[in-house]
């Protein structure tokens, strides 16, 4: 099957499933098999979880969902940093890749092959918003390396996979 993908200058869903499964595991840990799953948590933040299970309130989660054609879904949702210069690359990087914020705090695009690189250049706006001036969140101190450093881990990821 790859091959055939291959050959029609797509990449294959499985291989992808399968780098994300052996780096980050399912997010639902129910899950076994690469090929059973399409959902994974990519934030590592897995520890920050308050006694009733679910995120602290400084955590930005994030999820990627690989779909059929060999694409990926990212989501942030939480303590999204929306800051001044996220806008700006969601109106400038990010409207290429259909980037929306409607729902606030929350952010979610599509990658594909190629398209990797914008992982990075929102990992440097997610920086930018704390990087030497005021922010609207104090816990962003913690939250926005936190993101960038795990946007920069998935291109790595990606780029294993995409090349």
Same mark, same amino acid.
């Given at each position: 099957?790859?091959?055939?993908?291959?050959?029609?200058?797509?990449? +294959?869903?499985?291989?992808?499933?399968?780098?994300?499964? +052996?780096?980050?595991?399912?997010? +639902?840990?129910?899950?076994?098999?690469?090929?059973?799953?399409?959902?994974?948590?990519?934030?590592?933040?897995?520890?920050?979880?308050?006694?009733?299970?679910?995120?602290?309130?400084?955590?930005?989660?994030?999820?990627?969902?690989?779909?059929?054609?060999?694409?990926?879904?990212?989501?942030?949702?939480?303590?999204?940093?929306?800051?001044?210069?996220?806008?700006?690359?969601?109106?400038?990087?990010?409207?290429?890749?259909?980037?929306?914020?409607?729902?606030?705090?929350?952010?979610?695009?599509?990658?594909?092959?190629?398209?990797?690189?914008?992982?990075?250049?929102?990992?440097?706006?997610?920086?930018?918003?704390?990087?030497?001036?005021?922010?609207?969140?104090?816990?962003?101190?913690?939250?926005?390396?936190?993101?960038?450093?795990?946007?920069?881990?998935?291109?790595?990821?990606?780029?294993?996979?995409?090349?």
């Amino acid at each position: 099957m790859g091959n055939f993908l291959s050959s029609l200058g797509l990449p +294959d869903p499985y291989a992808l499933q399968k780098a994300l499964f +052996d780096k980050y595991g399912p997010a +639902d840990k129910r899950k076994k098999k690469a090929e059973k799953t399409s959902i994974f948590r990519v934030d590592g933040c897995e520890m920050y979880t308050g006694a009733d299970g679910n995120p602290l309130s400084h955590v930005c989660t994030m999820f990627v969902e690989v779909d059929g054609n060999g694409g990926l879904r990212v989501s942030l949702n939480g303590n999204v940093p929306l800051d001044e210069p996220v806008q700006l690359w969601i109106k400038t990087i990010g409207s290429g890749l259909g980037a929306s914020s409607a729902q606030a705090p929350a952010l979610s695009f599509t990658l594909r092959k190629g398209q990797q690189d914008a992982l990075l250049s929102l990992a440097a706006a997610v920086k930018q918003v704390v990087g030497g001036r005021k922010y609207s969140t104090p816990s962003f101190k913690y939250t926005c390396p936190r993101v960038a450093g795990a946007l920069a881990e998935l291109k790595n990821t990606l780029d294993s996979v995409w090349v």
